[in-house]
């Protein structure tokens, strides 16, 4: 089975940048689109990146010309450049897999998450 760890997140100030990255490691079929979420505090997990094993993006409204999000399938990594960033990202930020394992079934993994925060 494949486990995904994040790594990155910390504290940052208002307008500046920080970049995550999530690893994977284990056994599988292959990996397929990878995404970043995010949850604040009493909030609903959103999405907030995707980007399939071609590398096709997509971003929530918020994030757009802010965020990138990348790749890197021989390493098995994807990353979260986060620039310009506000208070409002502060969240925990979930890296996310949807992976086809080798029984040939797909299914989706989270990391543990790594907390973000933005001050003022």
């Known amino acids: 089975q494949v486990q995904l760890v994040e790594s990155g997140g910390g504290l940052v100030q208002a307008g500046g940048s920080l970049r995550l990255s999530c690893t994977s490691s284990?056994?599988?079929?292959?990996?397929?689109?990878m995404a970043w979420y995010r949850q604040a505090p009493g909030k609903q997990r959103d999405l907030v990146a995707s980007i399939t094993s071609s590398g096709s993006t997509n971003y929530a409204d918020s994030v757009k010309g802010r965020f990138t999000i990348s790749r890197d399938n021989a390493k098995h990594c994807v990353y979260l450049q986060m620039s310009s960033l506000k208070v409002d990202d502060t969240a925990v930020y979930y890296c996310?897999?949807?992976?086809?394992?080798?029984?040939?079934?797909?299914?989706?993994?989270w990391g543990q998450g790594t907390q973000v925060t933005v001050s003022s």
């Open positions: 996310n897999a949807d992976v086809t394992n080798l029984g040939r079934t797909r299914v989706a993994v």
């Open positions: 284990g056994i599988a079929y292959s990996i397929n689109d």
